[in-house]
């Protein structure tokens, strides 16, 4: 597999602008942290401006409980499309769990940065920290953890804090920097939630510089595929004689697609690898800033077999630290398709993500003027470029077939 970077080298060296957009000013007028704010906001942070009230979503005459109707409307769809499922992933709580116990020595100071349900921060607390600073950027959210925290006997050992990460001080919020640092910021892409953004800047500013962080790495990985069901709900074909294919003039081969947008678990959907497991992007969080990460890389592969390429399929793992054996299922954390097939909550909350092909050289030749399907025999070079938005949240990717 050969790889080549094409990498921004506009961006600071010192990694002052690594995700973050400056002294910006918000809604409600407070200035946005210290220089230092990232492009992308959890669903109803509270500086994010987003004011609205679960009530506020429902006509007058319909019922909404008064537990709901006071509450964020983007927190409680967040809660409900994800953090029920979040929670209940059993396995990804033992990988959590697993590597917390490993990670903290007894009296260490451990940082969590978006607690939500504050069930990693109660981990960390059971496996013997000397105290948890479970950081909520929103106050409902906030209000609820330091609830079950309370329930739970730990209220003594850990501390919510309801502000960004990006707003935190040490010697303000937290007395010193932190041992270690845990999160849970991933999203179907393993960088959509700004994850690189906010673990470099707690790095930098909250914690010591030997802290462990967990978890130390991971990894976007990619499979091109075909799969004739894919095929079927993304494409028009003809019917009773009549022909509708024009109709896919408007089929999207640009914009990733999370499977659960479509309504289908990518495990129990029948596809075939036309080449597989292509690393985009191995992330160390240990040490890696958004800059780390090119704009663009070229990668080139085989075709393992020969077939139409329907799409790009995209799944990430996230691994207790850096130098973690990949290969030890106790080590890692993925959103395979494999690895989710017995495991629905997980399929729930991130799923896997898939972006449509087409043969791009028919395209820019102008020979058509809808998409040309890209069909591959076994042993075909391919070439895939992998691209990444300016904050790195957001990717694209274009597969071509190379001259032989």
Not at 108 to 131: C, F, N, P, Q, Y
Request: aromatic letters at 8%; glycine letters at 6%; one cysteine or more.
């Amino acid at each position: 597999m050969d790889v080549e970077s094409n990498h921004d080298e506009s961006m600071d060296e010192d990694h002052e602008e690594d995700g973050y957009s400056g002294d910006e000013e918000v809604a409600d007028g407070r200035v946005a942290g210290s220089g230092k704010y990232p492009m992308w906001l959890p669903p109803g942070a509270d500086c994010s401006g987003d004011d609205a009230t679960f009530a506020s979503n429902f006509e007058e005459h319909f019922n909404v409980p008064e537990r709901l109707a006071d509450k964020s409307a983007s927190v409680v769809e967040a809660v409900n499309d994800f953090h029920f499922a979040m929670i209940n992933d059993h396995a990804r709580n033992c990988f959590y769990r697993s590597a917390l116990q490993r990670a903290i020595t007894p009296g260490d100071i451990v940082l969590e940065i978006g607690t939500g349900s504050g069930l990693l921060a109660m981990l960390a607390a059971r496996a013997g920290a000397g105290h948890v600073y479970a950081i909520e950027a929103n106050r409902n959210m906030a209000d609820l953890a330091v609830q079950l925290i309370k329930a739970n006997g730990l209220d003594s050992k850990i501390t919510v804090i309801n502000a960004l990460s990006t707003h935190v001080k040490v010697g303000r919020d937290i007395p010193r920097r932190a041992d270690v640092l845990v999160s849970e910021i991933f999203g179907t892409m393993l960088l959509g939630e700004s994850a690189l953004t906010f673990i470099s800047h707690c790095r930098d500013d909250l914690l010591k510089k030997d802290a462990k962080i967990v978890p130390g790495a991971g990894c976007q990985f990619i499979s091109l595929i075909e799969s004739a069901d894919i095929k079927s709900i993304t494409s028009a074909s003809n019917w009773g004689g009549i022909n509708l294919e024009g109709f896919d003039a408007l089929q999207d081969t640009c914009n990733v697609v999370f499977t659960k947008q479509y309504g289908f678990r990518l495990s129990s959907v029948p596809y075939q690898n036309i080449a597989q497991r292509i690393p985009v992007a191995d992330v160390n969080f240990c040490t890696d800033y958004p800059s780390s990460i090119p704009n663009e890389r070229r990668i080139v592969v085989k075709a393992e077999r020969a077939g139409t390429i329907h799409a790009v399929m995209a799944y990430w793992e996230a691994y207790t630290t850096p130098d973690s054996p990949r290969s030890d299922p106790a080590e890692v954390m993925s959103t395979d398709p494999e690895a989710t097939r017995d495991n629905f909550p997980r399929d729930m909350q991130w799923g896997q993500a898939i972006q449509l092909v087409e043969d791009v050289s028919a395209h820019k030749a102008g020979a058509s003027t809808r998409p040309v399907p890209l069909v591959v025999a076994a042993g075909d070079a391919l070439e895939i470029l992998a691209r990444f938005s300016s904050d790195r949240n957001v990717m694209q990717f274009e597969v071509n077939k190379l001259e032989s």
